[in-house]
């Protein structure tokens, strides 16, 4: 039960940490390390994680732990350059992951079934690749942004048949959960860059993926375990509104609790802050509102099948192209040597405004239109029905509203600072979104919570402080030259 220790202000507790996923255990694990004790996280759901979140698959007697949520360390280097502080956890805790590479394991088909269009698929790389070189000459120019769509037709990739699609679909939207139309050419690009890239200070383009039957959340647990006491978490605790002023903060819950605090951090996702899932008292102020509804929550979903036995490609990937951009595009098949061997799984992601789309429609519905799909790629195969199927709805869930955030061309760096920034000194935002290298990636949590934990500290320790600072309004740099 959480203890309520009163603070010299009269408050029950020093800092509510709203959220107890990434960003949160790292804040609370920062203030803990700074000798401040008397926080409390508030969580909604029945666990900690928040976003890595894993489930038991499959028919009775051939069950395996799947990632629903976030499933990779991407950026694997040991070497001279920075070390991915989610492999650290990993390491730390011995998770158990298996490298993935889809320029190395591919498959490709179409509707007509498989087809061999991999030299596309390494051309749509090689397109992408040079888009963020271009974007980065933008960066030292100074030259204003514009969508990754505009980017990529600038370097001479306009892709228009199926395979050109998926191709293209594999190198962005499965990374950015939106399409190149949605996305900022220069903030992907940088985003590429600081996690992959390791000429430009990155992690590395090698990737793992957890297969731990802890679950991936097993890493954050096993650290939020080794300092955080019971009396410091609340667990099935959902926050409807949260008042705030320069004295301090109230957070009411959805059962009436009132707790007040020094501090609030918020950790909720983007897509929370957006759908108003939690009422702010007073409203925010504007320039915070803008930035919130600058930025966008991309979706991303993972589809599970398991069948009887496996029929597929022996590769870790299969790419498949429909006519219609989007549309089941990427397989990954988990009865594989360093996987689930014998499991009978397959999966295929779907992002961004097709998984929108399918959240609408029943289960039922979306198997039937993804079994369509394997038949196609199938088409001299006798496939039995699934024996188990599961996707989450990410969108529509109001803890998340999406899988993470995007940064779309129309959102400034101001906005970006002002997402980060802090509310009447005693409201603070932070999470994956608030990342500006690491936007969407567990590590942007990671490294956002940290650094708010440790401003939040030597807040307290100060005796106050200002918070991040704000830009009031956002001007246009060359308005626009309308006569009246
Ligand atoms: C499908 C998917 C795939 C992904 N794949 C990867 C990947 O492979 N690699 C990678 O690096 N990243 C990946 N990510 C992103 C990564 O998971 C996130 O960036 C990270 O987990 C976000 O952590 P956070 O602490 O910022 O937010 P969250 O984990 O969302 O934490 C916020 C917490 O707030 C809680 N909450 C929300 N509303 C309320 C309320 N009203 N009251 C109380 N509590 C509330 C939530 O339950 C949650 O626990 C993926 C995400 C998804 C969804």
Known sequence: ?????RTPTGHDVQVLILGGGVSGIIAARSLHQKGIQNFLIVEAREELGGRMRSFTFGAPGRQVTLEIGCN???????????INPIFDLARKHNLSATPTDGHESMTTFDDGGSVDYLDIFYKAGDAYINGTIAAGARVNKTLVDTTARTGSSLVGWKPMTPHEMASEYYHFDWEYAQTPEQSSWIASSWGNNYTYEVTQGGFSDSNLMSIDQRGFKHIIQAEAAEFLTDEQVMLNATVKSIKYSKIGASVTLVDGTTMTADYVISTFSLGVLQQDDVVFEPALPEWKVEAIQSMTMGTYTKIFLQFPEKFWFDTQFALYADKERGRYPIWQGMDLEGFFPGSGVIFVTVTGDYSERIEALEDDQVQDEVMGVLRSMYPNVTIPDPVAFHFN????????????????PSLFVDHHTNLRATVEERLWFTGEATSQKYFGFLHGAYYEGEATGDTVAKCIQDQGCAGRPHVEEIKNARPYGLKP
């Not at 039960?1 to 220790?5: E, G, K, M, S, T």
């Not at 709805?393 to 779309?408: A, C, E, F, I, K």
């Open 1 to 5: 039960a959480p203890l309520l220790r």
């Open 72 to 82: 990779w360390i991407q950026g694997t280097q040991l070497d001279d350059g920075p």
């Open 393 to 408: 709805r990410w969108h529509t869930d109001p803890l998340y509203r999406g899988s993470y955030s995007n940064w779309p």
